[in-house]
């Protein structure tokens, strides 16, 4: 289970490395963004600055520590990052009461921000991070939806601050679509070793060959309805083939003998023009 001590491991030798240089309750709002940049999506920091072109060697090179002069402008930070040779930019700017942090993709030109109160979110300057900021758990997953997905997708070494599930839901409405094959309705019998048919096409002609199968017989055994005509020998049952009787219809006493279908009306000479 997640707590709080595993995902800020190693916050404290960063901060240790800091301590010195932080003066203001916005210095620990950076220095949060940076340890979650580094520390769980694997970025390194190059320098200062918002060059946007990266110069010979610095591909290889980068660190987990912060550089040297990092908050020596009062209202602005500007910080550049590289992760799989690409540049990305971390920028604050401090506004009346808040600041605002801003995280820009050098190759795509994608960009996003967040605005933080710092007064709200810092409680002191100094001490454990649950003491300088009661809310890190939240504020570090706030960091990766809002300034770090929308900018970029790697392999995170941790990118949650608690366990999240994410519930698949397939469209089961269009038996036609692409996709991973439906498997069959309630009801429906496939025998042992049987793969189902692709995309849940209709088991059409299923009862003639398996009469037994679920859902009823085919045609090849007589339907209930006609308990006149019997499976069998001597009506015993069984598996036989459906007899339809031919024949005269049986007497419904419309018109009395002979039959009109069996024989011409009395007297009728068999001209048929007259």
Known sequence: ???????????????????????KKDDLLIALAHF?????????????GENKTLAEGEEAAGSELLPDNWNADENNYALRYIYDK???????????????????NV???????????????????????????PSA?????????????????????????????T????????????????RPSLGQYHPAGVDTRPFGFPEVGRGDLDPFARGGHGNLLPFPSRPDIHG????????????DPFGPLPERNIRPYPNPDHLPPPGFGGDYFM
Not at 1 to 23: A, H
Not at 86 to 102: A, H
Not at 107 to 121: A, G, M, Q, R, Y
């Open 107 to 133: 190759k795509t030109l994608k960009v996003s921000n967040i605005c933080l109160s710092s007064e709200e979110l810092v409680s002191d300057i100094s001490g454990s991070i649950t003491k300088m900021i």
């Open 167 to 182: 519930s698949t839901t397939t469209d089961r409405s269009d038996p036609l679509r692409i996709g991973v094959p439906l």
């Open 1 to 23: 289970m997640w707590s709080p001590g595993d995902y800020f491991y190693g916050w404290n030798l960063l901060y240790k490395t800091i301590e010195k240089d932080i003066n």
């Open 36 to 48: 979650v940049l580094t520390k769980h999506s694997l970025f390194r920091c190059i320098g200062l």
């Open 232 to 243: 069998g020998p001597g009506g015993s049952g069984g598996m036989q083939p459906r007899f």
């Open 137 to 165: 758990s939240q504020l570090a997953d706030r960091y990766r939806r809002e300034l770090l997905e929308p900018v970029y997708q790697g392999q995170n070494r941790s990118t949650t601050t608690q366990t999240n599930t």
């Open 86 to 104: 690409l540049l990305y930019i971390l920028l604050g700017l401090r506004t009346e009461g808040s600041i605002i942090i801003t995280l820009l």
